[in-house]
């Protein structure tokens, strides 16, 4: 059974930084294109990211050049560097299998709270 479980939020003051993980079982996260979604409060599902199994990022581009998409593969699980974060990036967020908007499997998110 395929299962991602986000970690790493909480709240942060406007400028700091969060590392988000995404812990994945049932498959191989470098056998996937794997994308970080994200919800704000009152609003849709957006695509934040994603990461191609030979390497590719992409970004929303709101947050190119802040946020960065990587994965440890030994480690079977895909994280999201936030830095310089804004009010505006308060959402929960959720890793997915699969690219952009394209996704399957989204696990049970994990808030992040930008705000002083």
């Known amino acids: 059974e395929v299962q991602l479980v986000e970690s790493g939020g909480g709240l942060v003051q406007p400028g700091g930084s969060l590392k988000l993980s995404c812990a994945a079982s049932?498959?191989?996260?470098?056998?996937?294109?794997m994308t970080w979604l994200r919800q704000a409060p009152g609003k849709g599902l957006e695509w934040v990211s994603t990461?191609?199994?030979?390497?590719?990022?992409y970004y929303l581009e709101s947050v190119q050049g802040r946020f960065f998409i990587s994965r440890d593969d030994a480690k079977n699980t895909l994280y999201l560097d936030m830095n310089s974060l804004k009010p505006e990036d308060t959402a929960v967020y959720y890793c997915?299998?699969?690219?952009?908007?394209?996704?399957?499997?989204r696990g049970q998110g994990t808030q992040v709270t930008v705000s002083s």
């Open positions: 049932g498959f191989t996260i470098s056998s996937s294109p």
């Open positions: 997915a299998m699969g690219q952009f908007t394209s996704t399957s499997n």
């Open positions: 990461l191609y199994r030979v390497g590719n990022t």
